[in-house]
């Protein structure tokens, strides 16, 4: 049972646009949640992250919005650059569970110059 | 700052060979991380280290994998005799432990093929 879902394998936008990638998640005891961004051959890396307790947190182009009562969270990127283009994958995870980190499968995105 | 440094990078072996990786985490973290990652999935953690302590391990199969921190700094995974399903990518990841939660750092991953 997939308890976080990243329903869109692959997102294309063109360069300047606005890119915005989507997770779902099904386990309501989840107080946090991180987008990491992972380029081929390498490690994810670190994006941003998102307390259960807030709604909204910006870095710079990135920003993560969090719906609770959906269950729902998404990336946006504001204007989408082509060195942003990677596979975004979606975690979440319990402070009180070990910390443990239930990932999502993924979001492949293309920013088209 | 230097990062998680992973080796080997890549490694193919026959199935029933044994096989190692080694990890060394970013100077300070004492909590280290191996996951494994099969292709179009997320990476799926198998053990966890609080300095030399594997305080999470259900996710190991502990019939063929083991791990070891000596000293709780670097790491090494092991999987003896390898299968033809352990082919993936092995990611070693970092944090500092004592907030509300950790940032992991990820190495570049050990990617292996068994034949």
């Known amino acids: 049972d997939q308890q976080v879902k990243q329903n869109s394998p692959s997102l294309s936008v063109q360069e300047g646009r606005i890119s915005i990638l989507n997770c779902d998640y099904t386990?309501?005891?989840?107080?946090?949640f991180l987008w990491y961004k992972k380029y081929p051959a390498e490690g994810p890396t670190f994006l941003i992250s998102?307390?259960?307790i807030k709604d909204k947190n910006e870095d710079g182009r990135f920003t993560v919005f969090l719906n609770k009562s959906a269950k729902h969270l998404s990336l946006h990127i504001v204007p989408s650059q082509p060195g942003d283009s990677a596979v975004y994958f979606c975690?979440?995870?319990?402070?009180?569970?070990?910390?443990?980190?239930?990932w999502g499968l993924g979001t492949s995105l293309a920013v088209n110059p | 700052e230097a990062g998680v440094v992973q080796s080997p990078r890549y490694k193919i072996i026959e199935k029933k060979q044994p096989v190692a990786f080694w990890c060394n985490p970013i100077s300070g973290h004492n909590t280290l991380y191996w996951y494994r990652q099969n292709l179009g999935q997320g990476p799926e953690l198998l053990i966890r280290?609080?300095?030399?302590?594997?305080?999470?391990d259900s996710q190991l199969p502990k019939d063929r994998f083991s791990a070891e921190r000596l000293k709780g700094v670097d790491s090494t995974l092991k999987i003896q005799p390898a299968e033809l399903g352990d082919s993936a990518v092995y990611l070693c990841a970092s944090s500092i432990s004592g907030g509300a939660w950790e940032t992991q750092y990820f190495g570049p991953g050990t990617r292996l093929l068994v034949l």
């Open positions: 280290y609080e300095n030399e302590e594997a305080v999470d």
């Open positions: 386990n309501s005891m989840f107080d946090y």
């Open positions: 998102i307390s259960s």
């Open positions: 975690a979440a995870g319990n402070a009180g569970n070990n910390r443990k980190l239930i």
